[in-house]
Every structure is written in C-alpha cells, then in structure tokens.
C-alpha cells in the first residue's frame, strides 16, 4: 500500500523525527559488488573526514575531545553513532559521500530502520534524507546558557579543527 507524503511525515513524527525531511523513491533492487565492504570502509573514513564542515553539528554530539578527533580524522565512529545511507545500496544508491549521513543509532538510526522497513513492498517509498551530513533533532539543536551550544564549547571545537590542543 502506497502512503502519501504526509503519512509518511506524520509517521516519522511519530519516531520523534518530526523535523526529518522525506523524500519519494522507487527502489530498484541492486545487487552489491562483491568488494562492497572493502569500499565502504574507505568511503566512510573519507566520510568522517568530511565532517569537519559541520562543526556546529557535531558540537550538538557532546562529543569528548578523544571522540571528536576520532571522528573527524576518520579513526572511529563515536559511540551510539551510525553512518547512514540517503538511499540503500540495495535499494540503488551511489557508494557515494553525498549518499551518506551520520546519526545517533539509539535511537534515530534504529527508527529509520523501522520507518523504512513498514515501507516494504512498495512499488515507491519514503526516505530519510536530512538537509545536512549530521542529522541532530532540532529539539536537541537548541542549545541555551550551560548547553552545548556555549561559545566556550565551539571554541575548543574550532581551536581542535585548526590543530591547536586545549587543556
């Protein structure tokens, strides 16, 4: 059964994603190459490097030091954190940086999954595909006096990206 756009909306709100833009696509079943992970490990380092760019994102993470530098040199993934593609490889999206994005696994990543699969069998259906490489809640986003939003904390971010260590 085919649902509309505003089902698919009301329903990812319902994931407590109501800020998550959707978008319509029609799957087309592909099969992997046989040296796919090989490939997705490299593109996700490049990925993670990436995100340099989203600093008032990741400032949103509250991120320890450690973690922070991992992520953004492409070591490792902080913990409760997964890369997700835009459109599934199986489902006919690019091994691409474009097509991927980075978000809390409890419990976004692990709702989407969930959103996605009450899709199946579709002919068309509805994807996750956040306007930036992070997704953060914008309920999270917010930020205040004390929060994670504090200059104190995206200048120790910024001092990090260009290098220079804090104690």
């Given amino acids: 059964m085919k649902i509309s756009e505003s089902t698919a909306i009301a329903r990812i709100s319902d994931l407590g994603m109501d800020d998550m833009p959707v978008v319509e696509y029609t799957p ?11 490939k997705y490990r490299e593109l996700c380092h490049k990925f993670m490097e990436s995100l340099t760019e989203c600093s008032t994102e990741i400032a949103f993470m509250n991120l320890s030091q450690n973690e922070f530098m991992a992520l953004i040199t492409g070591r490792a993934l902080p913990r409760n954190t997964s890369i997700r593609w835009r459109i599934p490889i199986t489902m006919g999206g690019e ?3 474009d097509n991927m994005f980075l978000c809390r696994t409890f419990p976004h990543s692990q709702n989407l999954d969930r959103f996605i699969l009450e899709q199946s069998g ?4 509805w994807l996750p595909n ?6 953060v809640p914008s309920h999270t986003a917010s930020g205040g ?3 994670n939003a504090t200059s104190d ?8 990206l260009s290098g220079n260590t804090l104690e």
Avoid: C, D, H, V
């Avoid at 904390?153 to 990090?160: G, I, V």
């Fill in 130 to 135: 956040p306007a930036k490489a992070i997704y």
């Fill in 95 to 97: 091994m691409s940086i």
């Fill in 28 to 38: 087309k079943p592909t099969k992997l190459p046989e040296n796919w992970f090989t």
């Fill in 122 to 125: 579709n002919e068309t259906i």
């Fill in 145 to 147: 006096a004390g929060g």
């Fill in 153 to 160: 904390r995206l200048s120790q971010m910024a001092a990090q």
